[in-house]
């Protein structure tokens, strides 16, 4: 799976999914997707996949909320600015 992935598009209806851990046992994923009832929010949901579980399948729900449109700028901004801080600091990348 690349960095970001779009899962499934419609007309409205766009998910996006990026990795934000993994090991060779263990997955952590972000999705982000518009709720369609409430169409000026949107979902975040961080899922844990267990690959040596019984079912190494099963994503299982870690963190779920629901943001307005400017808290996601908002929260794009702060990512923006703590990545050009570290870059410019030499941190990680």
Do not use: F, H
């Amino acid at each position: 799976m690349s960095i970001a992935e779009t899962l499934a598009t419609t007309d409205l209806v766009t998910e996006v999914e990026c990795i934000l851990s993994a090991s060779d046992s263990y997955v952590e994923t972000l999705t982000i997707k518009p709720i369609p009832a409430q169409p000026w929010l949107t979902e975040l949901v961080i899922k844990t996949q267990l690959l040596t579980a019984k079912n190494p399948q099963e994503k299982r729900v870690k963190a779920r909320c629901c943001v307005d449109r400017d808290r996601l700028v908002e929260l794009r901004d702060a990512l923006n600015r703590y990545l050009v801080e570290q870059i410019t600091k030499g941190g990680q990348q």
